[in-house]
């Protein structure tokens, strides 16, 4: 689903053929090593292993996601996300070479944890007395990918995982997540994805048929692996999976949404203009840790590790939607 915002902006990109896509992880990447960037987003390198994390939090949204959903149309006793969570991670499994973690170092360590906090999730949503918003057409807003044209040939996409209802019929824009540790408790109030998330959805919104947001929040899942009994039969270390109450925080103001764009757009002309620098810092703050899968070939010029990813292909057109009119903030 495409639309065109027209605020007035002090940005003048250069307008070259080729289009900019842009979304909170690539452009935060190009924030943190433009060098980075160009060699997953460019040259289309990647790990030959892929991270347990990614498989973790992919299985999470699909279970969550498909409760939600069926929550929403009175369906939800018509399928099991538990069993959906170890399905999905199961085909990660097989699909990929799956680095694991000293925390997660195994496949059933993950699956075991995965499905307590899919429950877990559950009994937070219907304890919150939450239910997904519906567009004109009856469909849950869940999973929904929604773009935006910032300028010429320049377009932002988020993927919104859901827009849902609380009991006092207050919307809230809530990104479903999965991490080690809770992020910082004010971090919310800041975070460019929820601002990128708005902006696409004021832009659309019309065609999902609301007035705007009354919130926004991140809501958070502890990945923790499940506590191994004691000696004596008592209790293990540890906490087990923990799904947090939704950190909810004012919608943006329409002055740090276009200051967003702005940003969004300096990034844009930096890429159009080949700017692509290594971005090492210092020893304290770097990126270029062992954690980054270009390390080797950005240092030595080694691509051992790395393989060119394959392309999905053109995705079809979405629907466009004409807002040449005022800025929907």
Known sequence: ???????????????????????????????????????????????????????????????TCAFIVAHALGHEGQLDPVAIFEEKFEEFARANTVGYSTTFNSKEACVASGKVLVAKFIESWLDHGYTAALDPEGKPIVQRELRVKLAPNVFYTAIIDVLMMTRDC??????????????????????????????????HRDALGIDGVDGLCFYQGLKKPIPKPARGGKAGRGTGPIVLDPM??????????????????????????????????????????????????CIHGDSTGLRVRASRGKPAPSPSIDSSGPAPF
């Open 170 to 203: 207050e919307m809230l824009l809530a990104d479903i997540k999965t991490a080690a540790q809770a992020s910082d408790g004010s971090f919310h109030l800041n975070a460019g994805q929820l601002t990128g998330q708005q902006l696409v959805v004021e832009a």
């Open 248 to 297: 909810v925080c004012p919608p943006r103001t329409g002055a740090e949404v276009q200051a967003y764009v702005e940003s969004r757009l300096w990034i844009a002309e930096d890429i159009r203009r080949g700017r692509f620098p290594k971005r090492p810092l210092d020893a304290y703050n770097t990126p270029c840790s062992e954690l980054c899968d270009y390390r080797q070939r």
């Open 1 to 63: 689903m495409n639309a065109q915002l027209s605020p007035r902006s002090n940005v003048m990109p250069l307008e070259f053929a080729k289009p900019v896509y842009l979304s909170h992880s690539s452009s935060t990447l190009y924030e943190v090593c433009p060098h980075k960037y160009k060699q997953r987003y460019n040259e289309r390198l990647e790990s030959t292993v892929t991270g347990v994390s990614l498989g973790y939090g992919s299985a999470y949204d699909e279970a």
